[in-house]
């Protein structure tokens, strides 16, 4: 008698519970949105026709967590993107994006279906945009030139260009530094001179004429620096 009291009073828990989680009996699940990195206003995530404004925390370097306004029912699925962002197999590509940075799912994907799991939680991890810094190296006839940009950058050998004897032409050779994130400054300077024959290299070009300056506005819509002169003699 005591058992079959109990199976209606369970089944009974069971529809409120239902009941008060999303009515007509399905459960809905709020989408919860965490975002790391995050520096600069713009990003807009967008997800089964609802948008969310995500603003940089007040704190620089803190985590920003916000909630979509509406809750998905039980098996609606659900793809968490950057407002108007182009979509390929889950890669996403530009929409509304912050300033000067990328933003992409990490370490979990942002897309499933409701009642997948227990909760429906979305990280999105974002990055300042680095830009190139490159430039020209003229009349290098030596070896062991190797260029530095600051003291955190990796160094960059440059070797002279050969002809069909591997003798030294002297003739200029691209010049690729490592990127630059944006608003950081860069100085480029000869760390190791050439030898053999022993030349000396100096630095030009860049934002100051002397091989530095600031990943700036500028240089963004520029697509980087390109005007480094490494000259030696």
């Known amino acids: 008698m005591k058992f079959s009291l ?39 995530l967008s997800t089964n026709g609802q948008d969310l ?19 998905l029912e039980y098996g609606q699925t659900y793809e968490v993107t950057p407002k108007g962002a182009t979509i390929a197999n889950h890669v996403y590509s530009g929409g509304a994006l912050p300033k000067h940075q990328q933003c992409s799912p990490s370490p979990f994907p942002a897309y499933g279906t409701a009642g997948q799991l227990a909760k429906i939680d979305i990280r999105y991890t ?49 010049l690729t530094m ?20 022993t030349q000396t290299c100096t630095v030009s ?5 002397t091989g530095g300056g600031t990943m700036d506005d500028a240089a963004e819509t520029a697509g980087g620096v390109t005007s480094l002169v490494v000259t030696c003699q």
């Open 178 to 197: 490592y990127p630059v994130p944006y608003n950081t400054t860069y100085g480029v300077t000869v760390l190791t001179q050439p030898t053999n024959p």
């Open 53 to 71: 404004a995500v603003n940089p925390p007040a704190t620089a370097g803190q985590d920003v967590t916000a909630v979509f306004p509406n809750q």
């Open 205 to 209: 070009g860049g934002a100051n004429g």
């Open 126 to 174: 974002c990055v300042i945009n680095s830009y190139a810094l490159t430039g020209t190296v003229n009349g290098l006839k030596g070896t062991g030139l190797v260029l530095a940009n600051g003291s955190t950058a990796p160094t960059v050998p440059v070797d002279p260009v050969l002809d069909a004897n591997n003798n030294p032409t002297g003739a200029a050779v691209a």
């Open 6 to 44: 109990a199976r209606p009073a369970f089944a009974l828990a069971i529809t409120l519970t239902l009941a008060s989680c999303g009515g007509g009996g399905k459960a809905t699940f709020p989408i919860n949105v965490t975002v790391s990195g995050l520096q600069y206003p713009g990003l807009i």
